[in-house]
């Protein structure tokens, strides 16, 4: 998201009977500004022209209220806000903004933004939305770093104990008639087998991945007519292998 900085906590007061005109294509750039637009954002209609209409954006609007804005407008409806926006000096100021689809053959072909000074009483509401949103915003975004901390953090065993927890808990507490039924334990155990099974399969197959590496290397050197390799010893086979004699005379 385009950042316009730096920015003041100076307020530009819009008049009363200033109305902000501006006219951009399906990708926001401006085609159309009115001079009263000009004039209270700082910049003339030849800088304005061509250039993105979030040129104007002030950093204090949470990402979430363009996200919804454009939504909206892309589907072919009209939508109205209270938006912040940052003047050429850095100085902001409040309008009540409607942003309207310009159709074309039944195509939006462009989009019309028709914008008035907002009341004291409409400001204070949208403040506290932002206020709202950032905090969330922030929550989550603490949240989702906390936990791609813990994952890097837990070995194996760790990770595998946490995907556990989180099949199990959905079960104990969503399926209380499986337990007054008595039919809780099957799907439990099949799952606890079934996880137990992977996460004995994934420590062996790490335990002893050196060795697999060096069965397959030798593998490829005997088909490509190599006899001639020189094949490590061991001390003792790893566990693994001494199932194979078994195997093979099933």
């Keep these: 998201m385009r950042k316009n900085l730096p920015v003041t906590s ?7 009977n200033a109305v902000l005109i501006s006219r951009t294509d399906t990708k926001g750039k401006i085609s159309y500004v009115s001079q009263d637009f000009a004039d209270i954002s ?17 950093p204090a609007v949470p990402p979430e209220v363009f996200r919804e804005m ?22 902001y100021y409040w309008v009540d903004a409607t942003i309207t689809p310009v159709m074309k053959e039944g195509i939006v072909s462009g989009y019309m933004s ?25 929550f989550f975004g ?3 770093s906390g936990v791609r901390t813990l994952f890097k953090k837990l070995g194996l065993s760790g990770k595998i104990v946490l995907y556990v927890l989180f099949v199990f808990i959905p079960l104990l507490f969503s399926n209380f ?3 007054r039924d008595g039919l809780f334990f099957l799907p439990v155990f099949g799952i606890a087998c079934g996880t137990i099974g992977m996460f004995f399969l994934i420590r062996t197959i790490l335990n002893y991945q050196k060795e697999i590496r060096e069965i397959i290397s030798i593998q490829r050197e005997i088909v490509s007519g190599n006899f001639l390799i020189e094949i490590p010893e061991k001390k ?6 001494k199932f194979i004699p078994a195997f093979a005379h099933l």
């Design 236 to 241: 003792e086979a790893p566990k693994y292998l």
């Design 10 to 16: 100076q307020e530009i007061e819009v008049p009363t």
């Design 70 to 91: 454009w939504q909206t407008i892309k589907e072919g409806n009209p939508w109205n806000g209270i938006i912040k926006n940052r003047a050429k000096s850095g100085d």
């Design 42 to 58: 700082g910049f003339s209609e030849k800088e304005m022209m061509g250039e993105s209409h979030n040129l104007i954006r002030h």
């Design 142 to 144: 603490k949240l989702k």
């Design 177 to 179: 008639k499986w337990i």
């Design 114 to 138: 028709v914008r008035k000074k907002a009341t004291q009483k409409q400001i204070k509401r949208t403040e506290i939305l932002f206020e709202e949103l950032w905090n969330t915003k922030s």
